[in-house]
Nanobody
């Protein structure tokens, strides 16, 4: 079993920044991709960003390109999402997720159903 704990959410004004963290614990041996997803009230879950184990491959939704940066520290089993120039449309619950990839160190998925473990979510609210 793997446990994921997110932190760093909160209330910020438009144009501000937040940094989300997600720490994995438990059976984290082997390689795994990590992803950030978000869901706003009344909307479908959206894939925000993803990163491979090797950090060589990343994905960003068009809505966050140039503003968000995903990174990871494998020694700490932690993935980060730096969010800059936030706007009210970024308001959502943000979830991190872990996809066990075995030997595939450059792989990531943007499909939520591929992810094996999920965090509890952290609320991000951007005021105008």
């Amino acid at each position: 079993q793997v446990q994921l704990v997110e932190s760093g959410g909160g209330l910020v004004q438009a144009g501000g920044s937040l940094r989300l963290s997600c720490a994995a614990s438990g059976r984290t041996t082997g390689s795994y991709a990590m992803g950030w997803f978000r869901q706003a009230p009344g909307k479908d879950r959206e894939t925000v960003a993803a990163i491979s184990w090797s950090r060589s491959s990343t994905y960003y939704a068009d809505s966050v390109k140039g503003r968000f940066t995903i990174s990871r520290d494998n020694a700490k089993n932690t993935v980060y999402l730096q969010m800059n120039n936030l706007n009210p449309e970024d308001t959502a619950v943000y979830y991190c997720a872990l996809d066990l990839t075995g030997w595939q160190t450059t792989y990531y998925s943007t499909a939520a159903h591929d992810y094996d473990y999920w965090g509890q979510g952290t609320q991000v609210t951007v005021s105008s």
